[in-house]
T-cell receptor, first 115, second 113 residues
Framework: EAQVTQNPRYLITVTGKKLTVTCSQN?????MSWYRQDPGLGLRQIYY???????DKGDVPEGYKVSRKEKRNFPLILESPSPNQTSLYFC???FGQGRGNTEAFFGQGTRLTVV | GEDVEQSLFLSVREGDSSVINCTYT??????LYWYKQEPGAGLQLLTY?????DMKQDQRLTVLLNKKDKHLSLRIADTQTGDSAIYFC?????????????FGIGTKLQVIP
C-alpha cells in the first residue's frame, strides 16, 4: 500500500530536549516536505527536499533541521524545542518536477506538545 | 508572496449541494488543488485542475476555475454527513523550477442531517 508514515503520532516533550520526527514513504517519490498546521494559519511549509541530499527552507524553517540521506526518509529534527513549536506536523511526498499533475501524499500527522 | 484565501466555515443540509470558494493571488499558478482533512487524519487529495482548464467534474465533485478573477470553487453534489471535514484549497506554481504548494487556511464543512 502506497503511504507516508510518520512517527510518533503523539509526543509530549520538555523545552530544550532534542527530538526527531521520522517520515518514510514507499512510493519512490523524489520530493518530500514538512508542514506544520496551526489553528487559523492553515499549513505552512517548514522544509522541503527535491531529492537525496537536496534540501531547502520553506516558509517557517527557524528552529528546525532536516536531512535527506536516502530517498525514502526525511526526518524532521528539533535541536532545542520551544513551546511555540507545539503544533501538528505533516510530512508529504510526491513525484518531482516534470511529472505534471503530481499528487501529494500526506502522512497521518504528529501532534507535538512542548512544555 | 503567494496567498490563498478561503472562508472559515460552511454549513449545509444533507442532500443539498455545497460550494466552497477560494481565491489566490499567484497568476503563474500551474495546478490548483482541493484537499480534504477528516478529524485526526492527514490531508487527502480530492481533485485538482490544471490552470488552463475552466471546469473539471469527478463524480459528485465539480471544480470551477476563473483564472481572470483567480477564483476557484469546489461544488459537492448531494452532500452527505461523511463529507463533513475541513477542505483546503492549494495552488502550485510557477511552472519550471521548484513548484511550491501554498495552502489556504481551510474551510470547515458541517453537514446537518
Amino acid at each position: 500500500e502506497a503511504q507516508v508514515t510518520q512517527n510518533p503520532r503523539y509526543l509530549i516533550t520538555v523545552t530544550g530536549k532534542k527530538l526527531t520526527v521520522t517520515c518514510s514513504q514507499n512510493m519512490n517519490h523524489e520530493y518530500m516536505s514538512w508542514y506544520r498546521q496551526d489553528p487559523g494559519l492553515g499549513l505552512r511549509q517548514i522544509y522541503y527536499s527535491m531529492n537525496v541530499e537536496v534540501t531547502d527552507k520553506g516558509d517557517v524553517p527557524e528552529g528546525y533541521k532536516v536531512s535527506r540521506k536516502e530517498k525514502r526518509n526525511f526526518p524532521l529534527i528539533l535541536e532545542s524545542p520551544s513551546p511555540n513549536q507545539t503544533s501538528l506536523y505533516f510530512c508529504a511526498s510526491s513525484f518531482g518536477q516534470g511529472r505534471g499533475n503530481t499528487e501529494a501524499f500526506f502522512g497521518q500527522g504528529t501532534r507535538l506538545t512542548v512544555v | 508572496g503567494e496567498d490563498v484565501e478561503q472562508s472559515l466555515f460552511l454549513s449545509v443540509r444533507e442532500g443539498d449541494s455545497s460550494v466552497i470558494n477560494c481565491t489566490y493571488t499567484d497568476s503563474s499558478s500551474t495546478y490548483l488543488y482541493w484537499y480534504k482533512q477528516e478529524p485526526g487524519a492527514g490531508l487527502q487529495l480530492l481533485t485538482y485542475i490544471f490552470s488552463n482548464m475552466d471546469m473539471k467534474q469527478d463524480q459528485r465533485l465539480t471544480v470551477l476555475l476563473n483564472k481572470k478573477d483567480k477564483h476557484l470553487s469546489l461544488r459537492i453534489a448531494d452532500t452527505q454527513t461523511g463529507d463533513s471535514a475541513i477542505y483546503f484549497c492549494a495552488e502550485r506554481g510557477p511552472s519550471g523550477g521548484y513548484q511550491k504548494v501554498t495552502f489556504g487556511i481551510g474551510t470547515k464543512l458541517q453537514v446537518i442531517p
